[in-house]
């Protein structure tokens, strides 16, 4: 039985080579970098000054320029974890046990500034920081879902079997999602149903919708970058009697930048 | 794949379908606790708790808002379009309160069946758009 | 438009510019902490190769 045509897996091979990674990476940074930098700058300029106030909530409203685009990178970045947990559970590739670890402490950020981001949302609007709805306390667990993947990761100290464990609690974990996305259809929530992922059509006025949008893009390529960075330094850590490693640590241009 | 690989995917797939039906039936059963408020329906039905606090939601009917005496005490009727129940506040409420919004409100029934809440939260609709649009959109319904 | 109104956010100002606060000053360390833990890490495993064959 094969899945992939022998180029690709070659070519897939070569990539999950850790010198490989941690050499390409390097080069792709700025670039990513760059990109996020000038999407970030749109998006903000867009949402805080172009975007015209809500009919409800006047300026308020301009919060969910980050608080949405958290608020789904914190799941988009938990079911990436779940997916590399799963491929380095079952083909044993320490790349994607490393890009695993690497999203769990991006997505707990995100997680967390989801929260918060919300809280401070919620006061003016609603009269409250916090309440125990369906929503609001899933996505809590899902930031101790995140903190506990890092937690074990920490405390095993042997890498791969934490790998493995990590994995397992995150692919567990992955039941809370589809409970997050849909809390708001399947109970009486305080917090609002989707407004951009509706069937029909958003209902947010397209002038205020571009800007969200160019923040969420904006968000996946900071994901990428933090991610990247985060591996980087896993890699060197775990790979640290490596030649490759000893050849990058002797080359004097390297031991400053 | 490798038959050592099929089984470990194939392991990992039926732990997610057994954790996620355990977790399913676990909602289901606690459905009821999920539910952040009660709908102006069930108190009608008698479904809400009596001598208790819980959380009531729905939509502040149009011009039943008042302020009976000079405090800040408000009065108003709650709807979710099929039965409506009055309710009492008195403090400060949130900027998004007013009338045609929706509300999840906190407090107890008492004697004569009006809700007196302790504390008025509002629930914001997913819609957003400038001023000038709203007004628009009213234009138009009011010209069909 | 002027910068004063736009500061105000309407009257908001606390809650948006503490949001925005908050989400930059994670999304920053997400980035610093793990470049500067790199970079000590290259720096102390050159120190330790260069003990060991001098």
């Known amino acids: 039985m094969k899945f992939i045509p022998d180029p690709i897996g070659r070519f897939c091979h070569r990539m999950a080579s850790p010198p490989h990674f941690y050499a390409l990476s390097g080069k792709l940074l700025p670039w990513l970098t760059g990109i996020f930098l000038i999407l970030l700058a749109c998006g903000l300029y867009g949402g805080l000054y172009l975007a015209p106030p809500d009919y409800q909530q006047g300026d308020s409203y301009r919060i969910i320029y980050i608080h949405v685009p958290s608020a789904w990178m914190s799941l988009f970045i938990y079911i990436v974890m779940a997916i590399t947990g799963a491929i380095g559970l079952i083909w044993r590739i320490k790349l994607a046990e490393i890009v695993a670890i690497s999203s769990a402490s991006v997505g707990a950020s995100f997680t967390f500034i989801a929260l918060v981001t919300g809280s401070l949302w919620g006061k003016p609007m609603w009269g409250t920081w916090w309440v125990w709805d369906a929503r609001l306390t899933s996505e809590l667990i899902l930031l101790f879902l995140y903190l506990g993947v890092i937690g074990l990761y920490n405390a095993i100290d042997d890498k791969r079997t934490a790998s493995k464990a990590v994995a397992i609690l995150a692919l567990v974990g992955v039941v809370n999602i589809p409970i997050i996305h849909y809390s708001v259809e399947w109970w009486n929530t305080l917090h609002q149903g989707p407004t951009v992922t509706k069937m029909d059509k958003p209902s947010i006025h397209v002038s205020m919708l571009i800007p969200l949008l160019l923040m969420a893009i904006a968000f996946k390529f900071y994901y990428v970058i933090a991610m990247l960075q985060r591996a980087r330094l896993e890699l060197l850590q775990r790979e640290r009697t490596a030649a490759w490693v000893k050849k990058l640590v002797s080359e004097p241009s390297n031991s400053s930048s | ?144 | 438009m002027n910068l004063q109104e736009f500061l105000a956010m309407g009257g908001y100002a606390f809650y948006v510019w503490v949001s925005y606060g908050i989400c930059f000053a994670v999304l920053l360390a997400n980035i610093v902490l793990p470049v500067m833990q790199r970079k000590q890490l290259i720096r102390q495993l050159a120190e330790k190769q260069q003990r060991q064959q001098p």
Request: overall charge positive; cysteine-free.
């Open chain 2, 1 to 144: 794949m490798k038959p050592i690989r099929r089984q470990r995917l194939i392991l990992i797939i039926l732990m997610i379908a057994g954790i996620g039906t355990a977790v399913g039936f676990a909602l289901k059963s606690f459905n009821d606790n999920l539910m952040y408020f009660f709908s102006t329906t069930d108190v009608d039905n008698g479904k809400a708790p009596k001598d208790a606090l819980f959380r009531l939601g729905g939509m502040v009917v149009k011009g039943t808002v008042e302020r009976p005496g000079d405090g800040l005490t408000v009065r108003f009727k709650l709807t979710d379009f099929s039965k409506e129940v009055t309710v009492e506040y008195t403090g400060i409420l949130p900027d998004l309160f007013r009338e045609g919004q929706g509300i999840v409100a906190n407090g107890k029934l008492d004697a004569r069946g009006v809700f007196v809440a302790e504390e008025v939260l509002a629930k914001h609709d997913e819609n957003y758009m400038p001023p000038e649009v709203k007004a628009s959109l009213k234009q138009e319904l009011k010209n069909q």
